[in-house]
């Protein structure tokens, strides 16, 4: 089945860039979406189609995705963006196909 | 606006059976297909099944084919997981989600969560 690597953890202080890595087999050719997920809450959709977002979300939230590695990148980190964040796709080859990262820490410092 | 409401989780011993209920609102159910995603404590997300508007296709992880069984009810608006047969390991926040098109779907509302806990 499909598998999507991510860093456990990345950290950044505020005002600068975050960039999350989701690893996976030519998932250049998949459409990979993001989600955001607080303490004790619902995950939250950011990023769909590999760069695109949901309205409401910040336009500090960027996404892309080429080759073996897809990137979300936050910018202008704030302290409200310390979550965890994971990477999904659908592996519509499989008769299992929905997908998730390991998920990536964000700690902001 | 579009809501999400799980309930039906609980305290259940191991082999036995729950089934949890998601109560859809605020957008037209029968349009859209439907997951159920778990968070094992301290775990990440973890997709479980997925079912078509029409309930004609349907989706399981590995980890759950043959014990949990995935159903909608159009006309009520509601989701529902049937459990069978459950482990420690299914101990979880069972979120129901909305899914956003059927071409590489993702995933656009969230409910809050239910937690079921399986446990002698």
């Known amino acids: 089945s499909y598998v999507l690597t991510q860093p456990p953890s990345v950290s950044v202080a505020p005002g600068k860039t975050a960039r999350i890595t989701c690893g996976g087999n030519n998932i250049g050719s998949k459409s990979v979406h993001w989600y955001q997920q607080k303490p004790g809450q619902a995950p939250v959709l950011v990023i769909y189609?590999?760069?695109d977002r949901p309205s409401g979300i910040p336009e500090r939230f960027s996404g892309s995705n080429s080759g073996n590695t897809a990137t979300l990148t936050i910018s202008r980190v704030e302290a409200g963006d310390e979550a965890d964040y994971y990477c999904q796709v659908w592996d519509s080859s499989s008769d299992h196909p929905g997908v998730f990262g390991t998920g990536t820490k964000v700690t902001v410092l | 606006q579009v809501q999400l409401v799980e309930s039906g989780g609980g305290l259940v011993k191991p082999g036995g059976s729950l089934r949890l209920s998601c109560a859809a609102s605020?957008?037209?159910?029968?349009?859209?297909?439907m997951s159920w995603i778990r968070q094992a404590p301290g775990k990440g997300l973890e997709w479980v099944s997925y079912?078509?508007?029409?309930?004609?296709?349907?989706y399981y992880a590995d980890s759950v084919k043959g014990r949990f069984t995935i159903s909608r009810d159009n006309a009520k608006n509601s989701l529902y997981l049937q459990m069978n047969s459950l482990r420690a390991e299914d101990t979880a926040v069972y979120y129901c989600a909305r899914v956003d098109t059927a071409m590489d779907p993702y995933f656009d509302y969230w409910g809050q969560g239910t937690l079921v806990t399986v446990s002698s």
């Open positions: 189609y590999d760069s």
């Open positions: 079912i078509s508007s029409s309930g004609s296709t349907i």
């Open positions: 605020g957008f037209t159910f029968s349009d859209y297909y």
